[in-house]
C-alpha cells in the first residue's frame, strides 16, 4: 500500500525538501504513523498524544476532508494521496 | 460591524439582561438578535438559553454555538419559539409574542439617538427597516411620537414569507405607534439585487433584511421624502445567499495543482 | 477599547483594541484604506488601474470593500483552502479572485502576484503591504493616537499580532516617540507550521520590508493551542467571538502582565484584537 504524502513547505525540513513523500499504511492514521516514523520530527508538529491530526491541522483524502469521513479510521487506496494542509487561511 | 455582535440588537441586549433580577434568561429569537444576547450574556454571567427556529441560517447556527449559551432549536416559523420557550426555566426577556421590552430598548436607545441627529423642522420622517416582530421599527418610531416628531413607518417583509400576518399596523401582537405604517413586500432575488449593489458600489456589506429596507428606502427618497433605512446588521454572515442567490461562482480542481497556472475566477451574480 | 477583566491578573490592567469594530470588520481596514489613499496622491494608483495584492483574508476584504467604494477593480491572490465564506463575501464586492497553490501558503501567494504584475506592467497596482510604509503610517496616525487618546500616560505595555508588521511597527513607534519607556511587543505563533491565521513566523518566511525588530523591545511565540484557548476563554467570559490571532494575542498580554507584576511593576496592557471570529464561519456544503 504506497500512499503519497504532500507536505506543506514549512514541514518540508522534515522531509528533505521533499513536497511528496511515499509511505505505506491502510488507514489515514497508519500513513500518519508510518510519515512519522520516517521523518522524525514531523509527527509531533501535525498529530497530538493519541495520534489524530491537532485541530489546526487539516488532512485531505483525495480533495476531502478526512473529519467529513472516517476521520483518521478512513481507509485509504494504494496509489492514492493524501495531503496535509494547515488550517491557516480559512476553515477550521 | 460597528457594535459588539454586529447588529442593531447590541444596543439593547445589554441594558436589557443587566436589567434582568433573574441570572437564568431564556429568549426566543432568530439571527442577529440571538447573536447580540449570547454576546452580551458572557461578561454579564447570565445564564442564557436561544430558543431559535430550525429554519435559521446555518452560518449563524455556527456562530451562536460558539457562545457559552444553550441553544434549543424549534422546528418551524418563528412564531414556534414562543410556547417553547415560555417552558424552560428562567425569566422570558424577549419572544416574538413578549416584543415589549425590546421595543421600549429600542425607543430609548435607537431611537433617541436618531430624534437627537434629526433636524425638528416639522417635516416628516420615514423610517424604513425590516419589520421582524416590529419591536425594531415601531420602538425607534416610539421616540420620535413621544418627541412629537411627524414620523412614518415603513416595514419590509420577505414576499416569500407572506404567511407574515401583518393587518392595520398590527405585527405579532404589537401594534404600530399612531401615523401612517405600510409594510412592503420584497422579493428575495430584488434584495439579494440591493446587497450586490451597495457592495459593490458602497463597498457597504449588509443582510437580506437590511438590503430590502434600503431598495424600499430608495424608492420613498425617490419622491422626496426624509428617509432613514435602518442597516440592522453587517453583512458578512449571510454568505449562504449568495451562493443560493448569487448562481454559481464555486471553483474546483486547482487543489495542489501547479500554481503556474492560476485560475481565474469573476465574481459576478 | 475594552478592559478584559477575565484575564486580568489581580493589580494589572488588560485593556483590548477590537479591531473588528471597523466598517470592514478587521484591522486591515486602516492600512487598506491608506495604501489606496497614498497612491492616490502619488499617482501610482490611476482610474481604470486594478489593485491587486496577496493576501488570505482580512486585507482582501478590506481592499475589495475600499475598492469598490472608490471604483476600482480588486484583483486578489490567495492561496486556494480560503474558506468558502470568504471566497463569497469578496464575490459579492466585486472582487477577482486569483488562487495559489494552497501547499505555498501566503508566502506562494506573494511570489504569484509579483510574476502577474511583473507580466502587465502598468495593468496593476501592487499595493505591496509588506513592504509599504503606508501600511504602518495608518497605525502611526491612527490607532497609536486613539490609544494615547484613550490611556493616555498609564499605558506600560503595547502587544499585537505580527503578520505584515504593520499594526506593531506603526502603532509601536508611535508610541515609543510618546513615552520611551511603553514596551512594545510582537506576537508571532512558536513554530512555522502554526495554525495562527494572521500571523507570521518571521524567521522562515519572507520578511516584511517594513518590518525592523529595533522597534520592538521583545517578540513573544505564542503556541497554536494557547491561542486557540485563549479565543474560546475571550468567548466564554467576555462574549468576544474573536480570530485565533486576536486569541494569541490576548495569550501574550495576559503572560506579559502576569511577568511585569511578578517583578513589581504595575503593568497596564492594551492589545490589538484584529478581528472577529465571523470571518472564519465555515458552512459545509451541500
Given at each position: 500500500?504506497?500512499?503519497?504524502?504532500?507536505?506543506?513547505?514549512?514541514?518540508?525540513?522534515?522531509?528533505?525538501?521533499?513536497?511528496?513523500?511515499?509511505?505505506?499504511?491502510?488507514?489515514?492514521?497508519?500513513?500518519?504513523?508510518?510519515?512519522?516514523?520516517?521523518?522524525?520530527?514531523i509527527?509531533?508538529?501535525?498529530c497530538?498524544?493519541?495520534?489524530?491530526?491537532?485541530?489546526?491541522?487539516?488532512?485531505?483524502?483525495?480533495?476531502e476532508?478526512?473529519?467529513f469521513l472516517d476521520?483518521?479510521?478512513?481507509?485509504?487506496?494504494?496509489?492514492?494521496?493524501?495531503s496535509?494542509?494547515?488550517?491557516?487561511?480559512?476553515?477550521? | 460591524?460597528?457594535?459588539?455582535?454586529?447588529?442593531?440588537?447590541?444596543?439593547?441586549?445589554?441594558?436589557?439582561?443587566?436589567?434582568?433580577d433573574?441570572?437564568?434568561?431564556?429568549?426566543?429569537?432568530?439571527?442577529?438578535?440571538?447573536?447580540?444576547?449570547?454576546?452580551a450574556?458572557?461578561?454579564?454571567?447570565?445564564?442564557?438559553?436561544?430558543?431559535?427556529?430550525?429554519?435559521?441560517l446555518?452560518?449563524?447556527?455556527?456562530?451562536?454555538?460558539?457562545?457559552?449559551?444553550?441553544?434549543?432549536?424549534?422546528?418551524?416559523?418563528?412564531?414556534?419559539?414562543h410556547?417553547?420557550?415560555?417552558?424552560?426555566?428562567?425569566?422570558?426577556?424577549?419572544?416574538?409574542?413578549?416584543?415589549?421590552?425590546?421595543?421600549?430598548?429600542?425607543?430609548?436607545?435607537l431611537?433617541?439617538?436618531?430624534?437627537?441627529?434629526?433636524?425638528?423642522?416639522?417635516?416628516?420622517?420615514?423610517?424604513?427597516?425590516?419589520?421582524?416582530?416590529?419591536?425594531?421599527?415601531?420602538g425607534?418610531?416610539?421616540?420620535?411620537?413621544?418627541?412629537?416628531?411627524?414620523?412614518?413607518?415603513?416595514?419590509?417583509?420577505?414576499?416569500?414569507?407572506?404567511?407574515?400576518?401583518?393587518?392595520?399596523?398590527?405585527?405579532?401582537?404589537?401594534?404600530?405607534?399612531?401615523?401612517?405604517t405600510?409594510?412592503?413586500?420584497?422579493?428575495?432575488?430584488e434584495?439579494?439585487?440591493?446587497?450586490?449593489?451597495?457592495?459593490?458600489?458602497?463597498?457597504?456589506?449588509?443582510?437580506?433584511g437590511?438590503?430590502?429596507?434600503?431598495?424600499?428606502?430608495?424608492?420613498?427618497?425617490?419622491?422626496?421624502?426624509?428617509?432613514?433605512?435602518?442597516?440592522?446588521d453587517?453583512?458578512?454572515?449571510?454568505?449562504?445567499v449568495?451562493?443560493?442567490?448569487?448562481?454559481?461562482?464555486?471553483?474546483?480542481?486547482?487543489?495542489?495543482?501547479?500554481?503556474?497556472?492560476p485560475?481565474?475566477?469573476?465574481?459576478?451574480? | 477599547?475594552?478592559?478584559?477583566?477575565?484575564?486580568?491578573p489581580?493589580g494589572?490592567?488588560?485593556?483590548?483594541?477590537?479591531?473588528?469594530?471597523?466598517?470592514g470588520?478587521?484591522?486591515?481596514?486602516?492600512?487598506?484604506?491608506?495604501?489606496?489613499?497614498a497612491?492616490?496622491?502619488?499617482?501610482?494608483?490611476r482610474?481604470?488601474?486594478?489593485?491587486?495584492?496577496?493576501?488570505?483574508?482580512?486585507?482582501?476584504?478590506?481592499?475589495?470593500?475600499?475598492?469598490?467604494?472608490?471604483?476600482?477593480?480588486?484583483?486578489?491572490?490567495?492561496?486556494?483552502?480560503?474558506?468558502?465564506?470568504?471566497?463569497?463575501?469578496?464575490?459579492?464586492?466585486?472582487?477577482?479572485?486569483?488562487?495559489?497553490?494552497p501547499?505555498?501558503?501566503?508566502?506562494?501567494?506573494?511570489?504569484?502576484?509579483?510574476?502577474?504584475?511583473?507580466?502587465?506592467?502598468?495593468?496593476?497596482?501592487?499595493?505591496?503591504?509588506?513592504?509599504?510604509?503606508?501600511?504602518?503610517?495608518?497605525?502611526?496616525?491612527?490607532?497609536?493616537?486613539e490609544?494615547?487618546?484613550?490611556?493616555?500616560?498609564?499605558i506600560?505595555?503595547?502587544?499585537?499580532?505580527?503578520?505584515?508588521?504593520?499594526?506593531?511597527?506603526g502603532?509601536?513607534?508611535?508610541?515609543?516617540?510618546?513615552?520611551d519607556?511603553?514596551?512594545?511587543?510582537g506576537v508571532e505563533?512558536?513554530?512555522e507550521f502554526?495554525g495562527?491565521?494572521?500571523?507570521?513566523?518571521?524567521?522562515?518566511?519572507?520578511?516584511?520590508?517594513i518590518?525592523?525588530?529595533?522597534?520592538?523591545?521583545?517578540?513573544?511565540?505564542?503556541?497554536?493551542?494557547a491561542?486557540?484557548?485563549?479565543?474560546?476563554?475571550?468567548?466564554?467570559?467576555?462574549?468576544?467571538?474573536?480570530?485565533?490571532?486576536?486569541g494569541a494575542?490576548?495569550?501574550?498580554?495576559?503572560t506579559?502582565?502576569?511577568?511585569?507584576?511578578?517583578a513589581?511593576?504595575?503593568?497596564?496592557?492594551?492589545?490589538?484584537?484584529?478581528?472577529?471570529?465571523?470571518?472564519?464561519?465555515?458552512?459545509?456544503?451541500?
Amino acid at each position: 500500500m504506497a500512499i503519497t504524502v504532500r507536505i506543506p513547505t514549512p514541514l518540508r525540513k522534515f522531509t528533505e525538501g521533499h513536497d511528496k513523500v511515499e509511505v505505506q499504511g491502510e488507514t489515514i492514521k497508519a500513513v500518519l504513523a508510518s510519515l512519522t516514523a520516517a521523518h522524525p520530527g514531523i509527527g509531533e508538529r501535525i498529530c497530538d498524544e493519541n495520534g489524530a491530526p491537532k485541530r489546526f491541522v487539516n488532512v485531505y483524502y483525495k480533495d476531502e476532508d478526512i473529519r467529513f469521513l472516517d476521520n483518521v479510521d478512513t481507509k485509504v487506496e494504494d496509489g492514492t494521496e493524501v495531503s496535509i494542509v494547515p488550517a491557516i487561511a480559512g476553515g477550521r | 460591524m460597528m457594535l459588539p455582535s454586529g447588529s442593531a440588537y447590541d444596543r439593547i441586549a445589554g441594558p436589557l439582561l443587566a436589567a434582568c433580577d433573574d441570572d437564568r434568561v431564556v429568549i426566543a429569537a432568530s439571527g442577529s438578535p440571538a447573536l447580540a444576547f449570547a454576546a452580551a450574556a458572557a461578561p454579564l454571567k447570565k445564564k442564557l438559553t436561544v430558543v431559535v427556529p430550525d429554519k435559521t441560517l446555518p452560518e449563524h447556527l455556527d456562530l451562536l454555538g460558539r457562545y457559552a449559551v444553550e441553544v434549543v432549536r424549534v422546528p418551524g416559523e418563528l412564531e414556534k419559539t414562543h410556547a417553547v420557550a415560555s417552558t424552560i426555566e428562567g425569566t422570558l426577556l424577549v419572544s416574538p409574542k413578549k416584543p415589549e421590552l425590546a421595543r421600549a430598548a429600542f425607543s430609548s436607545s435607537l431611537g433617541a439617538e436618531l430624534v437627537e441627529m434629526i433636524d425638528d423642522d416639522g417635516e416628516k420622517t420615514v423610517l424604513v427597516s425590516p419589520l421582524n416582530g416590529g419591536e425594531l421599527l415601531f420602538g425607534v418610531a416610539d421616540a420620535f411620537v413621544a418627541a412629537g416628531r411627524p414620523v412614518e413607518t415603513v416595514g419590509t417583509v420577505r414576499c416569500e414569507q407572506a404567511e407574515v400576518s401583518v393587518q392595520d399596523g398590527v405585527v405579532r401582537g404589537s401594534s404600530a405607534p399612531k401615523g401612517a405604517t405600510r409594510v412592503v413586500c420584497v422579493l428575495d432575488p430584488e434584495a439579494y439585487e440591493t446587497r450586490i449593489e451597495l457592495a459593490r458600489k458602497e463597498g457597504i456589506l449588509v443582510g437580506m433584511g437590511s438590503a430590502a429596507a434600503a431598495r424600499v428606502a430608495r424608492d420613498e427618497a425617490s419622491e422626496g421624502a426624509r428617509v432613514i433605512s435602518i442597516v440592522v446588521d453587517a453583512g458578512d454572515r449571510y454568505f449562504s445567499v449568495d451562493r443560493k442567490f448569487g448562481g454559481s461562482r464555486e471553483h474546483h480542481g486547482n487543489h495542489g495543482s501547479n500554481s503556474d497556472a492560476p485560475q481565474e475566477v469573476h465574481g459576478g451574480a | 477599547m475594552a478592559r478584559l477583566r477575565s484575564v486580568e491578573p489581580e493589580g494589572a490592567e488588560v485593556w483590548a483594541k477590537l479591531e473588528f469594530l471597523n466598517p470592514g470588520g478587521s484591522v486591515k481596514d486602516r492600512p487598506a484604506l491608506n495604501l489606496i489613499q497614498a497612491a492616490e496622491k502619488s499617482g501610482e494608483l490611476r482610474p481604470g488601474m486594478s489593485i491587486i495584492d496577496s493576501t488570505s483574508g482580512n486585507t482582501g476584504v478590506a481592499l475589495a470593500l475600499y475598492g469598490a467604494a472608490r471604483g476600482y477593480e480588486v484583483t486578489l491572490v490567495m492561496p486556494e483552502n480560503v474558506s468558502s465564506a470568504r471566497k463569497s463575501m469578496l464575490s459579492t464586492f466585486g472582487a477577482k479572485i486569483i488562487y495559489s497553490d494552497p501547499m505555498d501558503g501566503s508566502d506562494g501567494a506573494i511570489e504569484l502576484v509579483r510574476k502577474i504584475v511583473e507580466e502587465q506592467p502598468g495593468r496593476y497596482f501592487y499595493t505591496n503591504q509588506y513592504n509599504n510604509e503606508a501600511n504602518w503610517r495608518a497605525h502611526h496616525d491612527g490607532t497609536a493616537e486613539e490609544i494615547i487618546e484613550a490611556l493616555g500616560d498609564r499605558i506600560t505595555h503595547f502587544v499585537a499580532g505580527i503578520g505584515t508588521s504593520g499594526t506593531v511597527m506603526g502603532t509601536g513607534r508611535r508610541l515609543r516617540a510618546f513615552r520611551d519607556d511603553i514596551e512594545v511587543i510582537g506576537v508571532e505563533p512558536d513554530d512555522e507550521f502554526h495554525g495562527l491565521e494572521g500571523l507570521k513566523y518571521i524567521e522562515t518566511s519572507i520578511r516584511p520590508g517594513i518590518y525592523d525588530r529595533s522597534v520592538l523591545t521583545r517578540t513573544f511565540f505564542c503556541p497554536t493551542d494557547a491561542g486557540w484557548d485563549s479565543a474560546e476563554a475571550l468567548v466564554r467570559d467576555e462574549g468576544l467571538l474573536v480570530g485565533h490571532s486576536a486569541g494569541a494575542v490576548v495569550h501574550a498580554a495576559k503572560t506579559i502582565a502576569e511577568e511585569a507584576l511578578a517583578a513589581g511593576k504595575k503593568p497596564v496592557v492594551v492589545a490589538v484584537l484584529p478581528d472577529h471570529a465571523s470571518r472564519y464561519v465555515e458552512v459545509r456544503e451541500s
